[in-house]
Protein backbone atom coordinates (compact mmCIF):
# COMPACT_ATOMS: atom_id res chain seq x y z
CA UNK A 1 0.00 0.00 0.00
CA UNK A 2 1.44 3.61 -1.05
CA UNK A 3 1.86 6.19 1.36
CA UNK A 4 -1.55 7.63 -0.32
CA UNK A 5 -3.57 4.81 0.14
CA UNK A 6 -1.90 4.82 3.90
CA UNK A 7 -3.18 8.17 4.21
CA UNK A 8 -6.50 8.22 3.08
CA UNK A 9 -7.81 4.77 3.94
CA UNK A 10 -11.73 4.82 5.09
CA UNK A 11 -11.52 8.59 5.69
CA UNK A 12 -13.76 11.10 3.56
CA UNK A 13 -11.59 12.92 0.94
CA UNK A 14 -12.48 15.46 -1.69
CA UNK A 15 -10.63 14.57 -4.21
CA UNK A 16 -10.15 17.22 -8.30
CA UNK A 17 -10.46 14.95 -11.37
CA UNK A 18 -9.47 15.80 -14.50
CA UNK A 19 -8.80 14.72 -18.00
CA UNK A 20 -8.07 15.08 -22.20
CA UNK A 21 -11.48 16.58 -23.33
CA UNK A 22 -11.49 13.42 -25.41
CA UNK A 23 -14.66 10.52 -24.55
CA UNK A 24 -11.43 7.91 -24.78
CA UNK A 25 -9.58 9.54 -21.89
CA UNK A 26 -13.04 10.10 -20.15
CA UNK A 27 -15.09 7.58 -20.29
CA UNK A 28 -13.08 5.09 -18.18
CA UNK A 29 -12.81 7.68 -15.45
CA UNK A 30 -16.72 7.45 -14.92
CA UNK A 31 -17.43 4.64 -12.99
CA UNK A 32 -14.55 4.77 -10.36
CA UNK A 33 -15.90 8.44 -9.60
CA UNK A 34 -19.50 7.20 -9.59
CA UNK A 35 -18.33 4.55 -6.80
CA UNK A 36 -16.12 7.06 -4.98
CA UNK A 37 -19.56 9.75 -4.88
CA UNK A 38 -21.61 6.51 -3.68
CA UNK A 39 -18.80 6.05 -0.71
CA UNK A 40 -19.61 9.57 0.32
CA UNK A 41 -16.66 11.41 -1.15
CA UNK A 42 -16.46 14.58 -2.59
CA UNK A 43 -15.68 14.81 -6.06
CA UNK A 44 -14.96 17.44 -8.77
CA UNK A 45 -14.66 16.85 -12.26
CA UNK A 46 -11.83 19.80 -13.87
CA UNK A 47 -13.02 18.84 -17.78
CA UNK A 48 -14.41 21.38 -20.93
CA UNK A 49 -18.08 21.83 -20.83
CA UNK A 50 -18.75 19.40 -23.52
CA UNK A 51 -18.75 16.42 -21.08
CA UNK A 52 -20.82 17.86 -18.19
CA UNK A 53 -23.75 15.70 -19.70
CA UNK A 54 -21.58 12.49 -18.88
CA UNK A 55 -19.65 13.35 -15.89
CA UNK A 56 -22.47 15.42 -13.85
CA UNK A 57 -24.88 11.55 -13.65
CA UNK A 58 -21.75 10.14 -11.58
CA UNK A 59 -22.59 12.37 -8.81
CA UNK A 60 -19.51 14.69 -9.49
CA UNK A 61 -19.62 18.31 -9.48
CA UNK A 62 -18.57 19.76 -12.89
CA UNK A 63 -15.35 22.44 -12.78
CA UNK A 64 -15.60 23.81 -16.74
CA UNK A 65 -12.34 24.26 -18.33
CA UNK A 66 -11.66 25.62 -21.91
CA UNK A 67 -10.11 24.21 -24.25
CA UNK A 68 -10.90 21.07 -26.32
CA UNK A 69 -10.08 18.53 -28.85
CA UNK A 70 -10.16 20.02 -32.53
CA UNK A 71 -13.22 18.19 -34.09
CA UNK A 72 -11.95 18.35 -37.69
CA UNK A 73 -9.85 15.53 -39.26
CA UNK A 74 -6.42 15.92 -39.01
CA UNK A 75 -4.64 17.32 -42.21
CA UNK A 76 -1.05 17.59 -43.29
CA UNK A 77 -0.38 20.55 -45.53
CA UNK A 78 1.49 23.36 -43.31
CA UNK A 79 -1.56 25.94 -42.74
CA UNK A 80 -3.86 22.90 -41.37
CA UNK A 81 -0.81 21.76 -39.19
CA UNK A 82 -0.02 25.62 -37.78
CA UNK A 83 -4.24 25.95 -36.89
CA UNK A 84 -3.49 22.17 -35.42
CA UNK A 85 -0.71 23.22 -33.09
CA UNK A 86 -1.50 26.17 -32.15
CA UNK A 87 -5.42 24.95 -31.24
CA UNK A 88 -3.43 22.23 -29.12
CA UNK A 89 -1.00 24.84 -27.16
CA UNK A 90 -4.15 27.24 -26.12
CA UNK A 91 -5.79 24.14 -25.24
CA UNK A 92 -2.75 23.58 -22.75
CA UNK A 93 -2.28 26.43 -21.74
CA UNK A 94 -5.82 27.26 -21.25
CA UNK A 95 -5.63 23.94 -18.51
CA UNK A 96 -2.71 25.75 -17.24
CA UNK A 97 -4.45 28.85 -15.86
CA UNK A 98 -7.78 26.97 -14.64
CA UNK A 99 -6.29 24.65 -12.91
CA UNK A 100 -4.22 27.17 -11.03
CA UNK A 101 -7.52 28.93 -10.46
CA UNK A 102 -8.71 26.30 -8.84
CA UNK A 103 -6.49 24.69 -6.75
CA UNK A 104 -5.75 28.31 -5.15
CA UNK A 105 -9.36 28.83 -4.61
CA UNK A 106 -10.50 24.70 -3.03
CA UNK A 107 -7.12 22.83 -3.04
CA UNK A 108 -8.46 19.21 -2.71
CA UNK A 109 -6.68 16.13 -1.00
CA UNK A 110 -5.64 14.60 -3.82
CA UNK A 111 -5.63 15.35 -7.89
CA UNK A 112 -6.81 12.32 -10.00
CA UNK A 113 -5.64 13.00 -13.74
CA UNK A 114 -5.46 11.66 -17.08
CA UNK A 115 -1.89 10.73 -17.62
CA UNK A 116 -1.67 12.56 -20.56
CA UNK A 117 -2.65 16.20 -18.83
CA UNK A 118 0.42 18.00 -19.01
CA UNK A 119 -1.38 21.20 -16.60
CA UNK A 120 -2.36 18.60 -13.99
CA UNK A 121 1.19 17.22 -13.68
CA UNK A 122 2.35 20.96 -13.30
CA UNK A 123 -0.41 21.37 -10.88
CA UNK A 124 0.80 18.46 -8.67
CA UNK A 125 4.31 19.81 -8.71
CA UNK A 126 3.97 23.05 -8.48
CA UNK A 127 1.02 23.14 -5.26
CA UNK A 128 2.25 19.57 -3.99
CA UNK A 129 -0.56 17.90 -3.77
CA UNK A 130 -0.45 13.82 -4.17
CA UNK A 131 -1.04 12.83 -7.46
CA UNK A 132 -2.90 9.70 -9.09
CA UNK A 133 -2.10 9.28 -12.68
CA UNK A 134 -4.75 7.55 -14.92
CA UNK A 135 -4.43 5.45 -17.81
CA UNK A 136 -7.14 5.11 -20.05
CA UNK A 137 -4.45 2.37 -21.85
CA UNK A 138 -1.20 1.48 -21.80
CA UNK A 139 1.12 2.94 -19.13
CA UNK A 140 4.51 3.81 -19.01
CA UNK A 141 7.38 3.55 -16.58
CA UNK A 142 11.38 3.62 -16.16
CA UNK A 143 11.78 0.93 -17.88
CA UNK A 144 9.16 0.66 -20.59
CA UNK A 145 8.23 4.11 -23.32
CA UNK A 146 4.85 3.37 -25.23
CA UNK A 147 6.32 5.96 -27.57
CA UNK A 148 9.14 4.16 -28.55
CA UNK A 149 7.26 0.77 -28.73
CA UNK A 150 4.84 2.82 -31.29
CA UNK A 151 7.47 4.38 -33.25
CA UNK A 152 9.27 1.63 -33.51
CA UNK A 153 6.76 -1.40 -33.52
CA UNK A 154 5.81 -0.84 -37.37
CA UNK A 155 2.54 0.36 -36.62
CA UNK A 156 2.19 1.59 -40.00
CA UNK A 157 2.10 5.70 -39.17
CA UNK A 158 2.59 7.53 -42.33
CA UNK A 159 5.60 9.61 -42.09
CA UNK A 160 3.71 12.83 -42.45
CA UNK A 161 1.91 11.59 -38.91
CA UNK A 162 5.32 11.16 -37.31
CA UNK A 163 6.23 14.18 -38.03
CA UNK A 164 3.11 15.76 -36.51
CA UNK A 165 3.65 13.68 -33.35
CA UNK A 166 7.22 14.40 -33.02
CA UNK A 167 6.23 17.83 -32.92
CA UNK A 168 3.86 17.51 -30.76
CA UNK A 169 5.61 16.12 -28.12
CA UNK A 170 8.49 18.83 -28.96
CA UNK A 171 5.77 21.88 -28.49
CA UNK A 172 4.51 20.24 -25.02
CA UNK A 173 8.36 19.25 -23.60
CA UNK A 174 8.78 23.43 -24.50
CA UNK A 175 5.67 24.29 -22.81
CA UNK A 176 6.43 22.05 -19.57
CA UNK A 177 9.98 23.75 -19.76
CA UNK A 178 8.68 27.28 -19.47
CA UNK A 179 6.28 26.15 -16.20
CA UNK A 180 9.17 24.90 -14.87
CA UNK A 181 8.78 21.10 -15.19
CA UNK A 182 11.81 18.58 -16.70
CA UNK A 183 10.85 17.15 -20.36
CA UNK A 184 7.46 15.48 -20.51
CA UNK A 185 6.13 12.84 -22.97
CA UNK A 186 2.56 12.92 -23.00
CA UNK A 187 3.12 9.37 -24.72
CA UNK A 188 5.68 7.84 -22.28
CA UNK A 189 4.66 9.95 -18.86
CA UNK A 190 6.72 9.03 -15.58
CA UNK A 191 4.47 6.74 -13.10
CA UNK A 192 2.98 8.97 -10.03
CA UNK A 193 2.63 7.85 -6.40
CA UNK A 194 -0.50 5.72 -7.36
CA UNK A 195 -1.22 4.87 -10.83
CA UNK A 196 -4.87 3.26 -12.15
CA UNK A 197 -4.33 1.39 -14.90
CA UNK A 198 -8.19 0.47 -16.91
CA UNK A 199 -7.00 -2.21 -18.85
CA UNK A 200 -5.83 -5.99 -17.52
CA UNK A 201 -2.30 -6.49 -16.64
CA UNK A 202 -2.05 -9.46 -19.29
CA UNK A 203 -2.80 -6.87 -21.82
CA UNK A 204 0.00 -4.13 -20.93
CA UNK A 205 3.06 -4.27 -22.91
CA UNK A 206 5.70 -5.59 -20.50
CA UNK A 207 3.22 -6.19 -17.80
CA UNK A 208 5.21 -8.08 -15.33
CA UNK A 209 7.83 -4.99 -15.13
CA UNK A 210 4.97 -2.99 -13.61
CA UNK A 211 4.94 -2.67 -9.57
CA UNK A 212 3.31 -2.47 -6.69
CA UNK A 213 2.57 1.59 -8.08
CA UNK A 214 0.61 0.36 -10.47
CA UNK A 215 -3.38 -0.92 -10.17
CA UNK A 216 -4.57 -2.86 -13.36
CA UNK A 217 -8.24 -2.59 -12.70
CA UNK A 218 -9.44 -3.15 -16.13
CA UNK A 219 -12.62 -2.18 -17.96
CA UNK A 220 -14.74 0.02 -15.92
CA UNK A 221 -18.32 -0.04 -17.87
CA UNK A 222 -20.35 1.04 -15.38
CA UNK A 223 -23.73 2.05 -16.37
CA UNK A 224 -24.32 3.21 -19.56
CA UNK A 225 -27.62 4.88 -19.18
CA UNK A 226 -27.22 6.17 -23.36
CA UNK A 227 -26.58 2.72 -24.45
CA UNK A 228 -29.86 2.10 -25.05
CA UNK A 229 -31.31 -1.32 -23.72
CA UNK A 230 -30.21 -4.08 -26.32
CA UNK A 231 -31.14 -7.64 -26.29
CA UNK A 232 -29.62 -10.16 -28.86
CA UNK A 233 -32.59 -11.41 -30.56
CA UNK A 234 -34.79 -14.54 -29.63
CA UNK A 235 -33.75 -16.94 -32.18
CA UNK A 236 -29.70 -16.85 -30.68
CA UNK A 237 -28.58 -15.44 -34.66
CA UNK A 238 -25.95 -12.83 -34.67
CA UNK A 239 -26.13 -9.66 -36.45
CA UNK A 240 -23.51 -10.76 -38.83
CA UNK A 241 -25.15 -14.76 -39.43
CA UNK A 242 -25.79 -16.33 -42.87
Not at 144 to 160: A, N
Not at 188 to 205: A, G, H, M, Y
Request: proline share 9%; aromatic share 10%; net charge negative.
Amino acid sequence: MTPLQNTYQGDTVHLLFTSVPAHGHVNPTLPLVRELVRRGHRVDYAVHEEFRSVVEPTGATVLPVPGEMPKTPMKFDPESMRRRMAEFERMIRDGLAELDRVLRHDRPDALCYDAMTLSARVAVRRFGVPGVALFPSYASHEHFSLREELMSSGTGFPPEFRHVLEAMWEQTADLAAEAGMQRFDPMSTPPDELNIVFIPREFQFAGDTFDERFHFVGPSLGEREDAGDWRPPADGRLLFDD
